[in-house]
């Protein structure tokens, strides 16, 4: 039991949120809702680079006056900094997806992907 | 029939990536450091009572030559060993906000979003709230070599003040002016500390500055000033973002 | 009950919280549940002893991409009402 619960943990719950994402992109015809998939795909690789650090029994990669022994025992904090760098860039592309999508519906009064591209729905 | 294929495309890519990340689970939980890092970093210590101390002894609050005495080891990741990094990130960051800028700056149908008529108490709350979280923010971000928090999270507070004054008055107006010119002046300063850094000591933003003690406010050297820096170029972006979205009178 | 059982339970609410907000109708529950299921990864990031990330993830991720998307929303909204 123990051993499934790793594997949901680590490996295919951070997966399954990612894929939730790619089927949402798959799927939807609204350009908000193409928006919020992408930003699904970004929790679900972010969990996965942090699970990559993960010890157990370690503590966070601060060093303080009580808590930390050596910088052994410590987290590691190369995955922490990455996704850190990921979540800002995240925020940067969504800002200037929206102010995409703001202008694409000034000009075709629509947020229909199907609508847009002219494409009769079957 | 346009979900079924969905779904089989999904289950597709989860049968590829699944079966390949099955072998690898051994490296979580038992995740061995010492493959990863050298042996200065892994005998750090900054306590008393640890088992390393004859080998490297560094206290906390006295040591004085721990490589860039930042206590926050992300932090000295993101701003000091790759320090390069976070000025590309802060350059997608300004190249997005131009986009931004670009697309809906000179719109005409870019109107101010008027919300129903704020309550008095929402209005003066609003004006006493504004300075006390801006004041968090720099916390955030000056005391960020020594606690969890940074530039990046700092930034965003203070440009969630600005947020916080445009939904609670119909009239409040930022000046995007002067954010624009600290922007502007804070990303130079960065480019002019990485420059100074390859005249003194021959590599671009090494650390020129003394490195103090670690546990202590001014400490670590450059990366202080550098995440002020960036903490106050985030604030600027981001106010000028809300700005841009909220849309001009 | 140790640290990683929690950490299982949390990432199967992102999960259900994710599907939520690709799958319902309206546009301003799905922007909720996506910063429901933000809100939960920064929970998910505490456990697994990385703050600094759970900080921005909660500034950023919460807050500020939340409040862009309904900006947006208000945007087009008004866009809709004008014409």
């Given at each position: 039991m123990g051993e499934i619960i790793n594997y949901w943990t680590?490996?295919?719950?951070?997966?399954?949120?990612?894929?939730?994402?790619?089927y949402g992109l798959l799927t939807q015809k609204n350009l908000f809702k193409l928006v919020i998939s992408i930003n699904i795909m970004d929790l679900g690789v972010n969990l996965y680079i942090i699970a990559l650090g993960y010890m157990?029994?370690?503590?966070?990669?601060?060093?303080?006056?009580?808590?930390?022994?050596?910088?052994?025992?410590?987290?590691?904090?190369?995955?922490?900094?990455?996704?850190?760098?990921?979540?800002?860039?995240?925020?940067?592309?969504?800002?200037?997806?929206?102010?995409?999508?703001?202008k694409n519906y000034e000009k075709y009064n629509t947020l229909d992907l199907i609508k847009i591209k002219g494409i009769e729905n079957d | 029939m346009k979900k079924?294929?969905?779904?089989?495309?999904?289950?597709?890519?989860?049968?590829?990536?699944?079966?390949?990340?099955?072998?690898?689970?051994?490296?979580?939980?038992?995740?061995?450091?010492?493959?990863?890092?050298?042996?200065?970093?892994?005998?750090?210590?900054?306590?008393?009572d640890s088992p390393f101390?004859?080998?490297?002894?560094?206290?906390?609050?006295?040591?004085?030559?721990?490589?860039?005495?930042?206590?926050?080891?992300?932090?000295?990741?993101?701003?000091?060993?790759?320090?390069?990094?976070?000025?590309?990130?802060?350059?997608?960051?300004?190249?997005?906000i131009t986009g931004v800028i670009a697309l809906l700056g000179k719109s005409k149908k870019n109107n101010r979003i008027l919300f129903e008529k704020p309550n008095y108490i929402l209005n003066a709350s609003s004006k006493i709230?504004?300075?006390?979280?801006?004041?968090?923010?720099?916390?955030?971000?000056?005391?960020g070599h020594i606690t969890p928090g940074g530039g990046f999270q700092g930034g965003t507070?203070?440009?969630?003040?600005?947020?916080?004054?445009?939904?609670?008055?119909?009239?409040?107006?930022?000046?995007?002016?002067?954010?624009?010119v600290l922007e502007s002046f804070s990303g130079l300063s960065f480019l002019i500390f990485g420059l100074l850094g390859i005249f003194i000591m021959g590599d671009f933003l090494q650390n020129f500055l003394?490195?103090?003690?670690?546990?202590?406010?001014?400490?670590?050297?450059?990366?202080?000033?550098?995440?002020?820096?960036?903490?106050?170029?985030?604030?600027?972006?981001?106010s000028n973002v809300v700005y841009e979205f909220m849309g001009e009178e | 009950m140790n640290s990683l059982y929690i950490a299982s339970i949390f990432i199967f609410v992102v999960f259900v919280l994710s599907i939520l907000a690709?799958?319902?109708?309206?546009?301003?529950?799905?922007?909720?549940?996506?910063?429901?299921?933000?809100?939960?990864?920064?929970?998910?990031?505490?456990?697994?002893?990385?703050?600094?990330?759970?900080?921005?993830?909660?500034?950023?991720g919460a807050g500020f991409t939340t409040f862009l998307f309904f900006i947006a929303y208000f945007k087009v909204d008004k866009l809709e009402k004008e014409n």
């Amino acid at each position: 039991m123990g051993e499934i619960i790793n594997y949901w943990t680590f490996i295919y719950g951070p997966l399954a949120i990612f894929l939730v994402g790619v089927y949402g992109l798959l799927t939807q015809k609204n350009l908000f809702k193409l928006v919020i998939s992408i930003n699904i795909m970004d929790l679900g690789v972010n969990l996965y680079i942090i699970a990559l650090g993960y010890m157990d029994n370690a503590s966070a990669p601060i060093y303080t006056a009580k808590l930390a022994v050596t910088s052994s025992r410590f987290v590691d904090p190369v995955p922490q900094a990455l996704v850190l760098t990921s979540i800002v860039i995240s925020v940067a592309v969504t800002a200037f997806v929206l102010a995409l999508v703001i202008k694409n519906y000034e000009k075709y009064n629509t947020l229909d992907l199907i609508k847009i591209k002219g494409i009769e729905n079957d | 029939m346009k979900k079924f294929w969905a779904i089989i495309t999904v289950l597709l890519i989860l049968f590829f990536l699944g079966s390949g990340l099955i072998p690898d689970l051994k490296i979580y939980k038992q995740n061995n450091l010492s493959q990863k890092t050298g042996k200065v970093y892994l005998n750090r210590t900054v306590n008393d009572d640890s088992p390393f101390k004859e080998i490297d002894k560094k206290l906390y609050g006295e040591a004085n030559d721990v490589e860039n005495n930042a206590a926050n080891s992300v932090t000295s990741v993101i701003v000091d060993y790759r320090a390069l990094d976070t000025l590309g990130e802060v350059t997608v960051l300004f190249l997005a906000i131009t986009g931004v800028i670009a697309l809906l700056g000179k719109s005409k149908k870019n109107n101010r979003i008027l919300f129903e008529k704020p309550n008095y108490i929402l209005n003066a709350s609003s004006k006493i709230l504004l300075p006390l979280i801006v004041l968090f923010g720099f916390y955030i971000f000056i005391h960020g070599h020594i606690t969890p928090g940074g530039g990046f999270q700092g930034g965003t507070i203070v440009a969630a003040s600005v947020l916080m004054m445009y939904f609670a008055q119909n009239n409040y107006k930022l000046k995007n002016n002067r954010m624009k010119v600290l922007e502007s002046f804070s990303g130079l300063s960065f480019l002019i500390f990485g420059l100074l850094g390859i005249f003194i000591m021959g590599d671009f933003l090494q650390n020129f500055l003394e490195l103090g003690i670690m546990g202590k406010l001014f400490s670590g050297g450059l990366i202080p000033i550098i995440y002020i820096l960036v903490g106050l170029k985030v604030s600027a972006e981001l106010s000028n973002v809300v700005y841009e979205f909220m849309g001009e009178e | 009950m140790n640290s990683l059982y929690i950490a299982s339970i949390f990432i199967f609410v992102v999960f259900v919280l994710s599907i939520l907000a690709i799958e319902s109708k309206n546009i301003l529950k799905s922007i909720l549940f996506l910063s429901a299921a933000s809100i939960f990864t920064a929970i998910i990031f505490v456990v697994w002893k990385a703050p600094d990330v759970a900080m921005t993830e909660a500034a950023i991720g919460a807050g500020f991409t939340t409040f862009l998307f309904f900006i947006a929303y208000f945007k087009v909204d008004k866009l809709e009402k004008e014409n």
